[in-house]
């Protein structure tokens, strides 16, 4: 059934469904993971430690995409949106997949905030939704805008010698800026400054806990 066809409660369900498969499932997605051919080079225990505290909170913030895009799509007006949403959030599930790889391979888990991460995002997707889908995609626009210079600065901040994680990150990063262009493309409005001010400052708070939790 495509979103042309559901209801508001057919929504909900596949957003509730969603939610499920995100925080308790093994992740999804089929595409081959950039750093699994990269070589696997030895890391201190403190280089360890760092990486993982890094790619816990990327895991963290895909973790909260598909909160968001489920939380746009649930409300958005028009179908052709509510699908966009659901597109993206399908192509971040390798994301997730990715980074959940890169975890286990240092010995590491996923952030045990997860739920709340999802479910702040969640309600955020929906309650800048319900401002119209114009304002919707621009929340996008600019979300996607501030993952890749938040991936940027943590490609800066990787060990030189990290190249699976770095081939992961960089990939996420080129992916992340499309959905952002076709958010804009889409006709998503420019959100106001302090607006993008508040985006910043709530997802410093994700980053900063994530590391450690």
């Known amino acids: 059934m495509s979103d042309r066809d559901q209801s508001l409660a057919d929504r909900f369900i596949a957003s509730a469904d969603n939610a499920l498969r995100t925080l308790f499932a093994p992740p999804g997605g089929s595409r081959p993971n950039p750093g699994a051919h990269r070589p696997k080079t030895p890391l201190s225990p403190a280089q360890a430690r760092h990486v993982a505290g890094l790619m816990r909170v990327n895991h963290s913030g895909e973790v909260a995409a598909q909160g968001l895009y489920q939380g746009h799509a649930v409300v958005a007006r028009d179908p052709a949106v509510a699908e966009e949403m659901h597109h993206a959030a399908e192509e971040e599930t390798d994301h997730l997949r990715w980074c959940a790889q890169r975890l286990e391979e240092l010995d590491a888990g996923p952030s045990r905030l997860a ?25 996008i626009a600019e979300t996607e805008r501030q993952v890749v210079e938040h991936l ?36 998503g409005s420019r959100l106001p400054g302090p607006v993008r001010g508040l985006m910043r400052a709530t997802a410093k708070v994700m980053t900063r806990t994530a590391y450690w939790f």
């Open 152 to 187: 940027n600065g943590h490609l800066d901040r990787l060990p030189v010698e990290d190249e699976r994680s770095r081939a992961i990150l960089q990939r996420m990063a080129e992916e992340e800026a499309v959905h952002g262009a076709a958010a804009s493309e889409s006709g």
């Open 115 to 139: 739920p709340i991460w999802y479910a702040g995002a969640w309600t955020i997707g929906a309650l800048s939704g319900l401002a119209g889908d114009r304002w919707s995609l621009g929340f």
